[in-house]
């Protein structure tokens, strides 16, 4: 069983629609959560970063933790066709340790 | 700023081939690593260095070697290539172990795509 589960879609929405993807994962352990965002052909960039449980937002988007599900969420408001990406989530147990990464999931926003 | 630069960004080798992707970074961090991505895998580490020579494995390192004699470059050595290798492959950096959260978010180069034949 992977440390961290992501379905891989793809997800296709409309524009204007909100995103909903979300992570699992099995160690307990984990306290840092990031998102990637990833475009075709093109290496993954930081999108968000969130350092045990809670809500962050950043303009658009808001990531949520759930430590006692272990379950994590990125939210996209207000998609645009730039939105079209694979997003991979990423965690890691101390602010030294390796990342372990989901498998991603490709989103496709519509026109 | 450069940021991290992968060389070269696609190659084809015959297996049992040998060869060296390249990476180097002009942002002075102290870690980096390499990754390989597969479809339905996820990023999986292969080796990381948290400094000029330090070099540790990761994941996935049969078949793979590293060394780090400067800060800046980390190449990733194929010592005989099988197909299995295929892949897409992405350098990574990050500043140093610091107080600050945001320091130990990684860097990615845009990555170089293997294909062993």
């Known amino acids: 069983q992977k440390e961290v589960e992501q379905d891989p879609g793809p997800l296709s929405v409309p524009e204007g629609a909100i995103v909903s993807l979300n992570c699992t994962y099995s160690?307990?352990?984990?306290?840092?959560f990031m998102w990637y965002r990833q475009y075709s052909r093109k290496g993954p960039e930081l999108l968000m970063y969130t350092y045990s449980s809670g809500n962050k937002e950043d303009g658009r988007f808001t990531a949520q933790v759930d430590k006692s599900s272990k379950y994590i969420s990125l939210f996209i408001r207000d998609s645009q066709p730039s939105d079209s990406a694979t997003y991979l989530c990423?965690?890691?147990?101390?602010?030294?340790?390796?990342?372990?990464f989901g498998a991603g999931t490709q989103v496709v926003v519509t026109p | 700023n450069a940021g991290v630069t992968q060389t070269p960004k696609f190659q084809v080798l015959k297996t049992g081939q040998s060869m060296t992707l390249q990476c180097a970074q002009d942002m002075n961090h102290e870690y980096m690593s390499w990754y390989r991505q597969d479809p339905g895998m996820g990023l999986r580490l292969i080796h990381y260095s948290v400094g000029a020579g330090i070099t540790d494995q990761g994941e996935v390192p049969n078949g793979y070697n590293v060394s780090r004699s400067t800060t800046e470059d980390f190449p990733l050595r194929l010592l005989s290539a099988a197909p299995s290798q295929t892949s897409v492959y992405f350098c990574?950096?990050?500043?140093?172990?610091?107080?600050?959260?945001?320091?130990?978010?990684?860097?990615f180069g845009a990555g170089s795509r293997l294909t062993v034949l």
């Open positions: 990423a965690m890691r147990r101390d602010s030294w340790g390796k990342l372990q």
């Open positions: 990574a950096s990050s500043p140093g172990q610091a107080v600050l959260p945001g320091a130990n978010v990684l860097t």
């Open positions: 160690n307990s352990a984990f306290q840092y």
